[in-house]
């Protein structure tokens, strides 16, 4: 069984690699048409340069516990309004710049609770243990 060092440890790891993936993959013509990538999720430059920061600073932040807890923390709470401005914004792409669409904002909103729980609620797990 993991530790939830080991468990913060490991998901900053494939947090970085789904997201760096997920922003190179954006920029595939082949698997964006009409700017979707696998035909759902609204996409575009922007978009897929953060998913690439965000998988960058996982990777960076998956050598010790507290590096990737607090990588979970914040990005919980930046995802978590992120989330917000797509519910305010709809459809429309998030600051001006940002694509964006429903499935997105669905997909942010799961990110910003595993996140939170990663970096807040395993915290209250080991202050139990």
């Not at 490991?10 to 990538?37: E, N, Q, R, S, Y």
């Not at 990005?75 to 710049?97: E, H, S, T």
């Not at 940002?98 to 970096?119: E, K, P």
Request: hydrophobic share 60%; aromatic share 10%; glycine share 10%.
């Amino acid at each position: 069984m993991l530790t939830i060092d080991q468990m913060l440890r490991k998901a900053a790891m494939w947090f970085g690699i789904v997201f760096l993936v997920i922003g190179i993959l954006g920029f595939v013509p082949a698997l964006t048409p009409d700017g979707l990538l696998l035909n759902i999720f609204q996409v575009n430059v922007w978009h897929n340069i953060i998913h690439i920061a965000s998988g960058i600073v996982a990777l960076l932040c998956m050598g010790n516990e507290k590096a990737a807890r607090t990588y979970f923390q914040v990005f919980g709470i930046v995802y978590g309004l992120v989330a917000i401005l797509g519910i305010v914004d709809m459809d429309g792409p998030l600051l001006g710049i940002v694509a964006h669409n429903m499935a997105d904002m669905w997909l942010h909103i799961v990110i910003t609770l595993v996140s939170l729980w990663l970096g807040f609620g395993t915290k209250m797990m080991n202050n139990k243990a």
